[in-house]
């Protein structure tokens, strides 16, 4: 069977969640995702490093409860079974096929988390919608229903018996729904690099540090709008590496949105495609160092086609440990913006100083 090597789980059912013309959250962003795989010749050069696609199964309404509450569970199922509807927002828009398609998302992460615990794969990227992180244990909020990445984060603690399991995000808008799941207790570090977020969602400020048994284990890193690759690796080369070097997870679970990127039209941020397999190359250096390589990736936003069909097999490439040149024109440096990221993130480290050695 050789080496364990990097999983791909996907389904085409992830297409059958409808949102309606013009919605950012289409199925196109997958359709884009998987062409850009297939396009590159990264499958044919895969072989020998083992990169698998994977189907999934959908998480049962135990697994979902691990995060949300029955009565939410069954308002959207309910929705759904009338031919869907706007769930809780205008952005949250759910078809028929919607509970179905979000319970199989979830069980994408789970089948994921699975599959490397258990030694079958090294790594895996779980290529689902509809996103997660925003979605709370009673309510939507920007396109997620079901919070995937946080219920495979309490799957490894209360099913798989894990005590310290790290979720990073570096979708441009702060998880939320994540961040609520886990804030007082520390068996899940939430770290979140994200744009400012008092327009949307309104939760991810710096002094959001936990409560309780959580105290210190919930790291928000604020970036202004215009923030380039400069001030974006400096975050993770001085706060998040250190941090999550101190917690030493068993376990990291990446919330990978690419609504970063400087053409996206949901985010405000200005990151360049360099970025992003940059990111991946240090993450996964760190899981060899503290958790035997375990790592997954799951999708969260991200709303450019073409860098969706550019981004996802650097990332892809990187976890399976092949070389691969991605092409992108960088941004110009937003001089202003980089001088006031670096005032927000003397301020992150100030803050969470009271808990770990920065």
């Avoid at 609520?180 to 540090?209: C, M, N, R």
Wanted: with cysteine; proline share 5%.
């Amino acid at each position: 069977m050789g080496e364990p090597g990097t999983a791909i789980i996907f389904s085409p059912r992830y297409l059958d969640h409808k949102t309606g013309f013009g919605h950012p959250e289409s199925p196109r962003r997958l359709e884009a995702a998987v062409e850009g795989l297939e396009r590159s010749s990264l499958l044919r050069r895969g072989r020998e490093a083992r990169i698998v696609w994977v189907e999934p199964e959908p998480a049962d309404l135990e697994a979902l409860r691990l995060v949300h509450e029955s009565e939410y569970i069954n308002l959207v199922k309910d929705i759904c079974s009338r031919g869907g509807g706007l769930l809780g927002s205008d952005e949250t828009v759910l078809s028929s096929e919607s509970f179905e398609v979000a319970s199989l998302a979830v069980g994408g992460a789970l089948k994921a988390v699975e599959e490397v615990m258990d030694g079958v794969f090294k790594n895996s990227f779980a290529l689902v919608r509809p996103p997660g992180h925003h979605a709370g244990p009673d309510y939507s909020l920007g396109f997620c229903i079901f919070n995937n990445v946080a219920v495979a984060a309490a799957h490894l603690v209360e099913r798989r018996g894990l005590s310290r399991v790290l979720v990073l995000d570096i979708d441009a808008h702060h998880g939320n729904g994540t961040q609520e799941a886990f804030y007082s207790t520390k068996s899940v570090l939430y770290i979140s690099l994200h744009q400012d977020p008092w327009e949307f969602p309104g939760t991810g400020f710096i002094d959001e540090v936990g409560v309780g048994d959580g105290l210190g284990y919930n790291v928000n890193i604020v970036l202004p709008f215009g923030c380039g690759d400069p001030s974006y690796w400096r975050a993770m080369r001085d706060i998040v590496v250190p941090v999550a070097q101190q917690y030493k997870p068993q376990f990291i679970l990446v919330s990978a949105g690419f609504d970063g990127y400087y053409r996206d039209s949901v985010a405000d941020l200005s990151l360049s495609a360099f970025i992003y397999p940059r990111v991946f190359r240090v993450l996964l250096e760190l899981a060899e160092r503290v958790c035997g390589g375990r790592l997954v990736a799951v999708l969260e936003g991200g709303y450019s086609l073409g860098f969706l069909r550019k981004v996802v097999p650097s990332v892809v490439a990187e976890m399976a440990g092949i070389f691969y040149r991605v092409s992108d024109r960088r941004p110009k440096l937003n001089l202003a913006a980089e001088i006031m990221a670096e005032k927000m993130l003397e301020d992150v480290r100030r803050i969470q100083s009271r808990f770990w050695s920065l």
